[in-house]
């Protein structure tokens, strides 16, 4: 199964996290394309944006990262893309600050579109990659 593994890549420890939870995937079986090895510092925005489109083209599943107070925008628009081209969508958070009920843990235009939300606080990579693998393998997100 392809993966596009979308998550915010500005900082040393996003890019680390991201590049660790993509090996942990891969060693699951799953093909990942992860933005932050495809792109070149001097490509241009252009460059940068039709390659990750085409990743997210290419992916049956995008896995996205929902952490921040607000979840990363290039993160949010990537679902949102995944969403419009009937792909499935499994959202992910590490982060322990949350809105209280009835607003969810992020904007609910996300969770509500989403096949699987997984609540990963308090979790290592390895587990976050356990429970990313339950949620596409048995938790029914693969029904697109």
Request: net charge negative; proline share 5%.
């Amino acid at each position: 199964m392809n993966l596009y593994l979308a998550a915010p890549l500005f900082t040393r420890a996003e890019i680390d996290f991201n590049a660790r939870l993509a090996l942990c995937l891969r060693d699951k079986g799953y093909e990942v394309f992860l933005p932050q090895e495809n792109e070149v510092q001097e490509a241009s925005a252009d460059s940068i944006f039709e390659q990750d489109r085409a990743g997210i083209d290419w992916a049956d599943v995008v896995v996205a990262c929902m952490d921040g107070a607000d979840p990363d925008s290039g993160t949010c628009w990537e679902c949102g893309y995944a969403f419009g081209k009937d792909k499935n969508v499994v959202l992910f958070r590490t982060d322990i600050r949350e809105e209280m009920p009835p607003l969810g843990p992020y904007n609910l235009m996300l969770h509500q579109s989403a096949d699987a939300v997984l609540d990963c606080r308090g979790q290592s990579i390895p587990e976050i990659s356990r429970k990313i693998d339950a949620a596409l393998v048995w938790g029914g997100a693969l029904g697109k």
